[in-house]
């Protein structure tokens, strides 16, 4: 099955600072997802990456994912208070008769105003 | 309503109890996962629905643990005898399931809380 890690697996940064988190796959990605979450909240769908090399924009958060298609970054510029939560990525699983959709562990980003 | 829906929202239970949750996928959506998140970890995948092919029920952690999805819509997620371990935020989504093969973006519930004593 796909194994994904990610890292750091927590943050503290000063608001305004910027900041990379990464995810690591064990496997080729044909489908990589970030997800946000607030603590005690659901899930916030952020951007969905399909092509190496593709990168996307949500305000001032960035993806990438990497040509070999095995990483994928997630970039936040001048960060503010809004941009603390659990970040998750997720990634199309194809072992086993259906695709399916499995998560990493997530990373904790604390942002001190 | 719009979203997926989950209830109960809270569960407290005695160990040894059965307890079911209940989610309400949005509609339309072909593609209903449940997750299992525990305290400060990832979402560990339970069991997934795509139409009216088989489950994949590689996520459940024992055999105390089913799910059912009727006339593929509403999904009822089931533990029997329940454990302290299982404590956890169940979350469901769903999803439409695009050509290609790949899943379409999840739509997370806000989870239900199992709390068992």
């Known amino acids: 099955s796909q194994e994904l890690e990610q890292s750091p697996q927590s943050l503290i940064v000063q608001e305004g600072k910027n900041l990379t988190i990464n995810c690591t796959s064990s496997k080729t990605l044909y489908g990589l997802y970030w997800y946000k979450q607030k603590y005690g909240e659901g899930l916030i769908f952020l951007m969905m990456l399909q092509k190496g090399g593709e990168e996307k924009s949500h305000e001032k958060i960035t993806a990438k994912l990497d040509e070999k298609k095995q990483q994928s970054s997630l970039h936040i510029t001048a960060s503010q208070p809004s941009h603390a939560g659990i970040y998750l990525c997720?990634?199309?699983?194809?072992?086993?008769?259906?695709?399916?959709?499995?998560f990493g562990k997530g990373i904790t980003l604390s942002v001190r105003p | 309503g719009a979203g997926v829906s989950q209830s109960p929202s809270n569960k407290v239970t005695e160990k040894g109890k059965d307890v079911e949750l209940r989610c309400d996928p949005i509609s339309g959506h072909t593609a209903l996962y449940w997750y299992r998140q525990s305290l400060g970890q990832g979402l560990e995948f339970l069991i997934y629905?795509?139409?009216?092919?088989?489950?994949?029920k590689s996520g459940l952690p024992s055999d105390r643990f089913s799910a059912e999805r009727t006339g593929g819509s509403v999904s009822t997620l089931t533990i029997q005898r329940t454990q302290q371990e299982d404590s956890a935020v169940y979350l469901c989504?769903?999803?439409?399931?695009?050509?290609?093969?790949?899943?379409?973006?999840?739509?997370f519930g806000e989870g239900s809380r199992l709390t068992v004593l």
């Open positions: 989504a769903s999803s439409t399931f695009p050509r290609g093969g790949y899943t379409g973006e999840l739509f």
């Open positions: 997720g990634a199309v699983d194809y072992t086993g008769a259906n695709s399916k959709l499995t």
């Open positions: 629905f795509q139409g009216n092919s088989a489950p994949d």
